[in-house]
């Protein structure tokens, strides 16, 4: 069965950066990126497919987020820059379709996730 495992995350001021990873074992899977913040809807940030050559992005994050995959590492990274107050959630990596659409649901479990707090 499929493993994920988070990790980075963290508190950051306004405009900062952080890279989140996301290691995974078994084979290569398309995988993405979910956020939810207190009171607000759970929802799909990026994703990226098996080999890495299509990648999707939330428009709330367009510009300032980067996905990208490390196959021979198993490890899915989320480079996000210029981070918001907005942006303050848990997130959570998980096994997606990433095709043409952002994905609205996942594979598998979720785990515990990683925090992501931006404030000043």
């Known amino acids: 069965q499929l493993q994920l495992v988070e990790s980075g995350g963290g508190q950051v001021q306004p405009g900062g950066s952080l890279r989140l990873s996301c290691a995974a074992s078994?084979?290569?899977?398309?995988i993405g990126w979910f956020r939810q913040a207190p009171g607000k809807e759970r929802g799909a940030v990026s994703c990226?497919?098996?080999?890495?050559?299509?990648?999707l992005y939330a428009d709330s994050v367009k510009g300032r987020f980067t996905i990208s995959r490390d196959n021979a590492n198993n490890t899915v990274y989320l480079q996000m820059n210029s981070l918001k107050l907005e942006d303050t959630a848990v997130y959570h990596c998980?096994?997606?379709?990433?095709?043409?659409?952002?994905?609205?649901?996942?594979?598998?479990?979720w785990g515990q996730g990683i925090q992501v707090t931006v404030s000043a």
């Open positions: 990226i497919s098996s080999h890495g050559n299509n990648a």
């Open positions: 998980a096994s997606v379709v990433c095709g043409l659409t952002m994905p609205e649901s996942f594979f598998g479990s």
């Open positions: 078994g084979f290569t899977y398309a």
